[in-house]
């Protein structure tokens, strides 16, 4: 079955920790996003790549890093700079291009990131 | 810059009476618009998208939503609601520009079902 994988589904992290988040996606889409997700404040995008090796800052990068060495993988590395990391974190990934198409993201399920 | 508001937070309808999500948004171009619906701690599900072919238009599990340009709105509606709806509820707007493609979430509409 072809779509995205995120893992783990729940994370516990103490503060001053660094943790990874993984997302996989066999779509073959070029453009990969990571979003944060928290109650009543909708999705914000963190980072996206729209190719290898190359990824931009979202709304707010800070406190997070990415790496886009493959494809299907787009890993987030949430640092110990952020301070506020408890949210639900959400991947997602589309074709790039302007063909009709190209504009519809399709989210993984989502990890769930607990602070203790 | 573009902008999407969705004007309920909470909706609560009763199983088997119309629903209507409302969405306005603000876009200085020709915007494509999604509504998209999550379930308790999962990922969002495409409903439907409109992208200018036509102005009603038709989504996933029996949803509809409705272009008006002159009212600047994309409303989500379903003639009758199944206790399987309840979500949480996103309209999303892309124009151009912005990061990541000039996609916009709304904040979310929680679709409470009473039996």
């Known amino acids: 079955d072809g779509g995205i994988t995120q893992s783990p589904k729940y994370l516990f992290r103490k503060e001053g920790q660094n943790v990874t988040l993984s997302c996989e996606q066999n779509?073959?889409?070029?453009?990969m996003y990571w979003y944060r997700q928290d109650p009543g404040q909708g999705l914000r995008l963190i980072y996206y790549s729209q190719i290898v090796n190359d990824f931009q800052k979202g709304d707010i990068a800070e406190g997070y890093s990415v790496s886009r060495e493959k494809k299907e993988s787009f890993p987030l590395t949430v640092t110990s700079a952020q301070k506020n990391p408890t949210a639900f974190y959400l991947c997602?990934?589309?074709?790039?291009?302007?063909?009709?198409?190209?504009?519809?993201?399709?989210f993984g399920p989502g990890t769930r990131l607990t602070v203790l | 810059a573009q902008s999407v508001t969705q004007l309920d937070s909470h909706v609560s309808v009763s199983e088997g009476t119309p629903v209507l999500l409302r969405c306005n948004y603000s876009?200085?171009?020709?915007?494509?618009l999604f509504w998209y619906v999550q379930h308790p701690n999962k990922g969002l599900q495409l409903l439907l998208k409109y992208t200018s072919a036509a102005t009603l238009v038709k989504g996933i599990n029996g949803f509809e939503a409705e272009f008006k340009k002159s009212e600047t709105s994309f409303h989500l509606t379903k003639p009758s609601a199944h206790m399987s709806d309840a979500a949480e509820y996103f309209c999303v707007v892309k124009g151009r520009g912005g990061g990541a493609d000039g996609l916009t979430f709304g904040k979310g509409t929680h679709l409470i079902i009473q039996p």
């Open positions: 779509l073959n889409h070029d453009a």
């Open positions: 997602a990934s589309t074709w790039s291009g302007s063909y009709e198409g190209t504009d519809t993201q399709y």
């Open positions: 876009s200085s171009y020709s915007p494509s």
